[in-house]
C-alpha cells in the first residue's frame, strides 16, 4: 500500500512539474448556457466546457502551447477571427507566463536559488 502512494506522489509531482514547464491557451467561440444553483454558485467549469465540446456548442479558435525552452506550437484559423478573440487569447498567453513566472520565483525564494530575467 505505501508503495503505491509512493507511486501515486511521484505521479503528481511529475504532472506538475510538467504543468510549470509549459504554457497552452485554448480560445473557443460560441455559447454557453451555465445555470446558476440557488446559493449562487456556479457548476463546474471544466465539466461544462468538456459537454459543450462534444454537444457542438463550440469553436476551438486559437491554440498556443510554449514550451520552457521557447519551442512553441500555435494553431490559427485559415480566416482571421475578430480582434476582440485574438485580444482574449493574447491577453490569456501573459497571464499564463505570469502565474508561471510568479511560481518559479516563489520556488526560487523558498529553496534560496536564483532566477535570472
Known sequence: ?????????????????????????????????????????????QKILSKAKTTGNLKLAYVTKINLDGDGIVLVPETAAPDHIQQAHNAAIKAGQEVRQAILTLFADMTGLAIKK
Open 1 to 45: 500500500m505505501a508503495k503505491k502512494s509512493f507511486e501515486d506522489a511521484l505521479k503528481t509531482f511529475k504532472d506538475s512539474i510538467c504543468d510549470l514547464t509549459s504554457i497552452e491557451v485554448q480560445t473557443y467561440t460560441g455559447n454557453l448556457t451555465v445555470e446558476v444553483d440557488d446559493q449562487g454558485n456556479v457548476p463546474d467549469f
